[in-house]
């Protein structure tokens, strides 16, 4: 049976001349403006009025991080991370489900470890958002 294809064994090529399309980014930029200087990222933060907000909203919300993380067990810290941080209260973003139902247990104590050490917060939000 040499060169004949056994039933349902059908050899498929593939076709290796097919190129694929690129974009030339230097035609579809548009030119930068005339004279203008990049803004350092630490200036523009400090010279928005919002941009300022959301970075001490940044910093309270890891300092609040890390006054719980002595309060997680050794397994669940990798899967947890700080989340943002409101007017309605914190977030804590959670790995998966089961992560979030065992924060959910715990975010009790986690309002009260906040509240003795000065942080104060409406409530502890858990929201799944995988890594």
């Not at 059908?10 to 005339?34: E, G, H």
């Not at 940044?58 to 609040?64: D, G, I, P, Q």
Request: proline share 7%.
């Amino acid at each position: 049976m040499q060169g004949r294809a056994r039933r349902g064994t059908a050899r498929k090529t593939a076709n290796f001349n097919i190129r694929p399309r690129t974009v030339d980014f230097a035609v579809s930029r548009k030119p930068a403006v005339a004279g203008a200087t990049a803004l350092p990222i630490a200036e523009a933060m400090r010279s928005s009025q919002a941009l300022t907000r959301l970075t001490d909203r940044l910093r309270e919300s890891n300092a609040m991080y890390a006054v719980i993380v002595p309060l997680l067990p050794a397994g669940l810290a990798a899967s947890v991370r700080p989340g943002p941080l409101d007017e309605a209260g914190w977030s804590l973003l959670a790995a998966n489900a089961a992560v979030a139902a065992k924060l959910r247990h715990l975010a009790p104590r986690f309002e009260e470890r906040l509240r003795e050490r000065g942080h104060a917060t409406a409530a502890v939000r858990i929201k799944v958002q995988p890594l």
